[in-house]
Nanobody, 121 residues
Framework: QVHLVESGGGLVQAGGSLRLSCAASGRIFSINDMDWYRQAPGKQRELVAA???????NYADSVKGRFTISRDNAKNTVYLQMNSLKPEDTAVYYC???????????????WGQGTQVTVSS
């Protein structure tokens, strides 16, 4: 089995910062993309930031310049540094990873349980 465990969410005032972490554990051969998504009440889940296994990154326009995604391949962990937070960043943040458990077998998508980020005005 593979598990993704997120941490680092919480309540912060507008303009503040938070750092989310997501660690993958279990039987893992390799990890392709590791992403962060978020879902606000009444809205669809949206991609916030993505990072490939070689470090290529991609960001939603709404977070460019404020959020930074990074990963530690040795620890199978992805991070999301969130600065200059705004009330509209309030959402449940989900970690996603495309994981190959065994060499030669197709990779499988996995999701974390989600962590709440609340930004007060």
């Amino acid at each position: 089995q593979v598990h993704l465990v997120e941490s680092g969410g919480g309540l912060v005032q507008a303009g503040g910062s938070l750092r989310l972490s997501c660690a993958a554990s279990g039987r893992i051969f390799s990890i392709n993309d590791m992403d962060w998504y978020r879902q606000a009440p009444g809205k669809q889940r949206e991609l916030v930031a993505a990072i490939t296994s070689v470090g290529t990154t991609n960001y939603a326009d709404s977070v460019k310049g404020r959020f930074t995604i990074s990963r530690d391949n040795a620890k199978n962990t992805v991070y999301l540094q969130m600065n200059s937070l705004k009330p509209e960043d309030t959402a449940v943040y989900y970690c996603y990873a495309d994981i190959k458990r065994v060499a030669g077998i197709r990779s499988t998508p996995y999701w974390g349980q989600g962590t709440q980020v609340t930004v007060s005005s």
